[in-house]
């Protein structure tokens, strides 16, 4: 059974930074697509970043763009979420996820990030 563990959330000011883990168990992901996605209050969840399994390929959100990074390590089975000059428009439920063809088929349980203004 596959787990995808999340951790690194937190409170922080506006202009802050954090990165966000999302370990894999249970089986190597390491030729899975992966991705983070996260879920405001009230709204919708929501794509953030994706990384191919070599890590070759990657995608942002217009919203995050020039200010998250995504990475992986396929040794460590683990994936990031670098969070650089966050907003309080950034304070959500983040979620990692893995893609099994072509479908985000198994996701972790989410880490809160609240940015204070």
């Known amino acids: 059974q596959v787990q995808l563990v999340e951790s690194g959330g937190g409170l922080v000011q506006a202009g802050g930074s954090l990165r966000l883990s999302c370990a894999t168990s249970?089986?190597?992901?390491?030729?899975?697509?992966m991705g983070w996605f996260r879920q405001a209050p009230g709204k919708e969840r929501e794509f953030v970043a994706s990384i191919s399994w070599s890590g070759g390929s990657i995608s942002y959100a217009d919203s995050v763009k020039g200010r998250f990074t995504i990475s992986r390590d396929n040794v460590k089975n683990t994936m990031y979420l670098q969070m650089n000059s966050l907003s309080p428009e950034d304070t959500a439920v983040y979620y990692c996820?893995?893609?099994?063809?072509?479908?985000?088929?198994?996701w972790g349980q989410g880490t809160q990030v609240t940015v204070s203004s």
């Open positions: 996820a893995a893609r099994v063809f072509g479908v985000y088929r198994y």
């Open positions: 249970g089986r190597t992901l390491s030729s899975n697509d």
